[in-house]
């Protein structure tokens, strides 16, 4: 590294090198990275003709014939396979009767059906595929993307999630629920297709390279046993109540001490 060494003579060398380096990088991103797909998998027409009866027949109630929504549920057109796919494999949906959040109750469809549902929604607008493993399995990554991903849920998840994915409450009776034991997949299409009062967090502001990462670091946290008392893991909650508990309760007694000593030494 001699021209690490010979810094006076090279000074330009090592914002050039930086500047080559951004060129460069940049180069292989356009010739690495391929063509966006522009929803190409929106499935064979048998399947979304079988997705369409499907969904006349245990949809339609609520999201309209043709997906656009009523009274009792919101439009699915442009929300896409991966929302389906989630929605449905998670159990939420059929949603039983009008709800304020759909709770998960036991998967009523097969694979195939939630397929064909999940075409039929894509035929009427695109929107986020069911992705692929490639872009949800955690497997591979280095301890420091694992740390990045706990960064990145910190910064974005836990405000609603809690720091330990244990879940949390939410104003007007909803809430963000644990996410032990929920699928990589689902995760990712939770995601990209923001259920509920989530966000959608897309590619640009979170790369599936940065999914993989939350994703890894969300199993991490499952093996890990909690470090020290869990106080039941609720977050805000139970932790400001043993606070409150035992930091106010402890500071009373004291007080209470305090008093008493004063009173006897008078
Ligand atoms: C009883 C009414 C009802 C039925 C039946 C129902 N849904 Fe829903 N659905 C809702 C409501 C209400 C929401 C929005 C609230 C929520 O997400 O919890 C919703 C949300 C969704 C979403 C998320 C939309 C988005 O913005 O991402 C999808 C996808 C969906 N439903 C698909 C289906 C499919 C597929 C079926 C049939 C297998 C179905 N639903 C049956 C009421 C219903
Ligand atoms: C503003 C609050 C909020 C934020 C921020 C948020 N979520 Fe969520 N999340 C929710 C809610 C609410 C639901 C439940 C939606 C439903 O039941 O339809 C949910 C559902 C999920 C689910 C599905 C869990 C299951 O049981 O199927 C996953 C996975 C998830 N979120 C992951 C994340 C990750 C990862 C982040 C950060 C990148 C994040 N969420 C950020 C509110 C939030």
Not at 34 to 50: I, K, L
Not at 76 to 82: C, L, N, P, R
């Amino acid at each position: 590294m001699k021209f690490l060494s010979s810094r006076r003579r090279h000074k330009a060398v090592k914002p050039l090198l930086l500047v080559a380096a951004l060129f460069l990088m940049g180069g292989l991103y356009s010739v690495a990275v391929p063509e966006q797909q522009s929803s190409a998998d929106t499935g064979t027409s048998t399947q979304v003709e079988e997705g369409r009866q499907l969904f006349a027949v245990g949809c339609a109630s609520c999201h309209g014939l043709n997906g656009e929504g009523s009274s009792e549920g919101p439009s699915v057109v442009g929300v896409g396979a991966a929302s389906v796919d989630f929605q449905v494999e998670t159990g939420r949906m059929p949603m039983a009767q009008p709800a304020e959040q759909a709770p998960q109750h036991e998967v009523t469809y097969s694979r195939e059906e939630i397929d064909a549902l999940a075409a039929y929604v894509a035929s009427l607008g695109p929107g986020p595929e069911i992705p692929s493993p490639e872009q949800y399995d955690p497997a591979g990554l280095t301890a420091e993307e694992i740390a990045a991903g706990g960064e990145l849920f910190r910064t974005n998840c836990s405000a609603c999630h809690n720091f330990t994915g244990a879940g949390g409450a939410l104003p007007n009776g909803k809430y963000a629920p644990a996410l032990e034991g929920v699928t990589p997949k689902h995760i990712h299409e939770a995601l990209r297709t923001g259920p509920q009062q989530m966000p959608v967090f897309a590619e640009s502001t979170i790369s599936d390279e940065n999914v993989r990462q939350i994703i890894a670091y969300l199993e991490t946290l499952q093996q890990e046993p909690s470090g020290g008392l869990t106080l039941g893991g609720l977050g805000p909650v139970s932790e400001g109540l043993w606070g409150w508990i035992i930091g106010i309760g402890g500071l009373s007694l004291f007080a209470v001490w305090i008093a008493s000593k004063g009173a006897r030494s008078k």
